[in-house]
């Protein structure tokens, strides 16, 4: 699946977000201020598109990254990997968390 | 030494909302109205019982600005952060240019929510930037346990009086957030 832009992120979270609005029929987003819960104001509204779509791009960019830094052994286990099966085992090891999370593209 | 912690602000969330601002000024969640001044030198920011009401999303922070109290959303934010797991290797986290500063996923129940200590460097200072370092502990929706230990910064020279928490994604349903001062 093509990588999307974040233009294309942002028509999406557009979407999602007018549809939050209670104007539109949804539960709407709400700022607690002075201790008064209100809805969110417009320009809050556009906030929240913006970082929506901030958030969709940075998942589709780096996701696999972070599942891949989460699930590598530590480096004291890939060192272990490395004495007792060679590089090319600890190679094989890595590779099941890369292929697990493939790089988008 | 005695009483060199003032408690300045408080707020507990009593209803979820998307965003809630400690300190601020009259943006602030609470009726306390304070804004992070030259009072102090450095602010104290607790906070515990942290969780959303949408199991997966965050509970992300930005400075807000004395100018206007609004949260500056532009893309400035830098941050540095070690993860310490329980049951993973430990890991680097960074970035650069962001519009806010990350946190890890939280659940929907206080067994997964966040806690820590967020400490107020520079903030009323205009010519400068305003930096925190923060120490979190925190247990993500998954549900791993995780320390954290680091800093951001806001690369803008300005004052900021306050910082705004907001979800990711639906609301933050709980959390009890007290702010103090450090007595000079």
């Known amino acids: 699946m093509a990588l999307k832009t974040l233009e294309q992120f942002t028509a999406e979270a557009q979407t999602e977000i007018d549809a939050k609005k209670t104007a539109n029929g949804g539960d709407g987003m709400f700022a607690q201020v002075n201790n008064v819960r209100r809805e969110f104001t417009d320009a809050e509204y556009d906030q929240a598109v913006k970082d929506s779509a901030a958030s969709k791009l940075d998942s589709q960019d780096n996701d696999y990254k972070r599942n891949r830094q989460a699930e590598y052994p530590s480096i004291p286990d890939q060192l272990d990997d490395i004495y007792h099966n060679g590089v090319a085992g600890w190679k094989a090891t890595i590779k099941t968390t890369k292929d697990k999370y493939p790089k988008p593209s | ?184």
């Open chain 2, 1 to 184: 030494m005695a009483g060199s912690l003032v408690l300045v602000d408080e707020y507990s969330i009593s209803s979820g909302a998307s965003s809630f601002i400690i300190g601020g000024g009259s943006a602030g969640s609470s009726t306390y109205n304070y804004s992070m001044d030259s009072t102090y030198n450095v602010y104290m920011l607790q906070f515990q019982d942290v969780y959303m009401d949408t199991d997966g999303s965050k509970a992300r922070i930005r400075f807000t600005k004395t100018s206007d109290n609004s949260a500056d959303s532009t893309s400035n934010y830098d941050r540095a952060s070690l993860q310490m797991y329980t049951n993973q290797a430990f890991y680097d986290s960074a970035s650069t240019n962001q519009s806010y500063i990350d946190s890890l996923a939280l659940g929907t129940t206080n067994p997964e929510s966040y806690l820590g200590t967020i400490y107020c460097f520079n903030f009323p200072n205009a010519s400068e930037y305003s930096f925190i370092t923060r120490e979190l502990i925190n247990t993500t929706n998954t549900p791993e346990t995780a320390g954290i230990m680091g800093g951001a910064v806001l690369t803008v020279a300005q004052a900021t009086n306050g910082i705004q928490f907001f979800a990711d994604s639906g609301n933050i349903d709980s959390g009890e957030f007290k702010l103090y001062g450090l007595k000079k």
